[in-house]
């Protein structure tokens, strides 16, 4: 059974301050998602990393794929009161048998203030 | 208008009751998806279909019963449910490419369970 661990669980924090959020694991995945939950939805998908050590920007955001495709990250700079929600990580692994499920971590709970 | 809708958005039902969850796809995606989010543990995958054929189901109790009659629809049948399947349950679809590679989960907005 392949598990992600996400941390912090939560994250209270000052309007402008940076922050991170970090998933590992065990077992490697063949791509890694980050999704954003507000109350009351659905996760919306932000990024999808593929590749061992690529990183990618989504304006303030920036998230790294490991070099070993076992964990990845978020990092967000100058937070905003905007970004408060739950983040989600999840792993994919490719292959026939694989059908695109996805294994999510516990998520982190961003709560941003003015 | 929303790639995944999902009805209701909220429902109340009895331990007695059968109700129905649905959940329709505008993306022209191929697989579909069940998910569960109760309070602090992680989403669970109970459900898949694959060209609306059903592939997973991930030691699911036998009172969730799923259908999938196309690929833009899926239902979830729910009976005689214990409060500790109150949760918000979330629909989610993708494309399948070349063995399943870099698969992308696009969410609907979920229906929130209460059992009581």
């Known amino acids: 059974t392949q598990l992600l661990e996400q941390s912090p669980q939560f994250l209270s924090i000052q309007e402008g301050e940076n922050l991170t959020v970090y998933c590992n694991s065990s077992s490697v995945f063949s791509s890694l998602q980050w999704y954003r939950q507000e109350p009351g939805e659905g996760p919306v998908l932000l990024v999808t990393?593929?590749?061992?050590?690529e990183v990618k920007k989504l304006k303030r955001l920036t998230f790294q794929f490991g070099d070993a495709r076992k964990d990845s990250s978020l990092h967000i700079t100058a937070a905003q009161p905007g970004d408060t929600g739950l983040y989600l990580c999840?792993?994919?692994?490719?292959?026939?048998?694989?059908?695109?499920?996805?294994?999510f971590g516990q998520g982190t709970i961003l709560t941003v203030h003015p | 208008e929303t790639g995944v809708t999902q009805t209701p958005r909220h429902l109340v039902m009895g331990m007695t009751n059968k109700k129905s969850l649905k959940c329709e796809q505008h993306?022209?995606?191929?697989?579909m998806y069940w998910y569960k989010q109760s309070a602090k543990k992680p989403l669970e995958l109970m459900f898949v279909?694959?060209?609306?054929?059903?592939?997973e189901n991930n030691s699911v109790p036998s009172r969730f019963s799923p259908e999938c009659p196309n690929s833009s629809h899926l239902f979830l049948h729910l009976h005689t449910l214990q409060p500790e399947d109150s949760a918000l349950y979330l629909c989610?679809?993708?494309?399948?490419?070349?063995?399943?590679?870099?698969?992308?989960?696009?969410f609907g907005q979920g229906t929130r369970l209460t059992v009581v």
């Open positions: 279909y694959s060209l609306e054929e059903r592939v």
């Open positions: 990393v593929v590749t061992g050590g």
């Open positions: 989610a679809s993708s494309r399948q490419t070349g063995g399943w590679q870099n698969t992308e989960a696009f």
């Open positions: 999840a792993g994919a692994n490719a292959g026939g048998t694989s059908y695109g499920k996805l294994t």
């Open positions: 993306l022209g995606h191929n697989a």
